[in-house]
């Protein structure tokens, strides 16, 4: 059963808007969520993390918030780039455990 | 440091042969984990050391996979008799006691 979840495979949004990943998770014990973004035939990078102490998190154009109570974390990304194009994928842990990773959501940032 | 490295990027084998994936982590990392990820799917947890400790191993790490961490340092996954099932990039992380993980740039399994 997914314990993480990203229910938009794929999100299209112009250049210069406001871009929202979204993440639900099932476990109310999950401490830590993190944010990883992958392009082609590379690994994935660190992008930003929250820990269940926050319900948010900002670094640059990226905003992480956690709504604990609905078990959900939203990526925003503003102002969105074409160099933003990018498979993201939401993770989490829970008590210093390996990540559990969900499935991911295609950003397309359209120029 | 350069990051996480591994060896090879690419492989191709056929069905039945023994294959050997190499992951040098960061120096200073602690831990070091092992994910595989297929087409569509995020990474899927493998296995995980602690130093040179084999910590954790998945449900999805069959009779057929094995790994080591020989010394704390690199760490190598092999699969005997692979399958076209195993077809995969199978990819490589360390961290500092759990925190910040850094990934390699995986290795692609072709089984044909």
């Known amino acids: 059963d997914q314990q993480v979840k990203q229910n938009s495979p794929s999100l299209s949004v112009q250049e210069g808007r406001i871009s929202i990943l979204n993440c639900d998770y099932t476990?109310?014990?999950?401490?830590?969520f993190l944010w990883y973004k992958k392009y082609p035939a590379e690994g994935p990078t660190f992008l930003i993390s929250i820990s269940s102490i926050k319900d948010k998190n900002e670094d640059g154009r990226f905003t992480v918030f956690l709504n604990k109570s609905a078990k959900h974390l939203s990526l925003h990304i503003v102002p969105s780039q074409p160099g933003d194009s990018a498979v993201y994928f939401c993770?989490?842990?829970?008590?210093?455990?390996?990540?559990?990773f969900g499935k991911g959501t295609r950003l397309s940032v359209i120029a | 440091d350069t990051g996480v490295s591994q060896d090879p990027r690419h492989k191709i084998t056929k069905r039945g042969q023994n294959v050997t994936f190499r992951c040098d982590p960061i120096?200073?990392?602690?831990?070091l984990y092992w994910y595989r990820q297929t087409l569509g799917q995020g990474p899927e947890f493998l296995t995980y050391?602690?130093?040179?400790?084999?910590?954790?191993k998945s449900r999805l790490l069959s009779d057929r996979f094995s790994a080591e961490r020989p010394k704390g340092s690199f760490s190598t996954l092999e699969i005997q008799r692979t399958e076209q099932g195993d077809s995969a990039m199978y990819l490589c992380a360390s961290s500092h006691r759990g925190y910040g993980y850094t990934f390699g740039s995986g290795t692609r399994l072709t089984v044909v």
């Open positions: 993770a989490v842990s829970s008590g210093n455990t390996p990540l559990v």
């Open positions: 120096s200073e990392h602690n831990r």
């Open positions: 476990n109310s014990m999950f401490d830590y």
């Open positions: 050391f602690q130093n040179e400790a084999q910590l954790e």
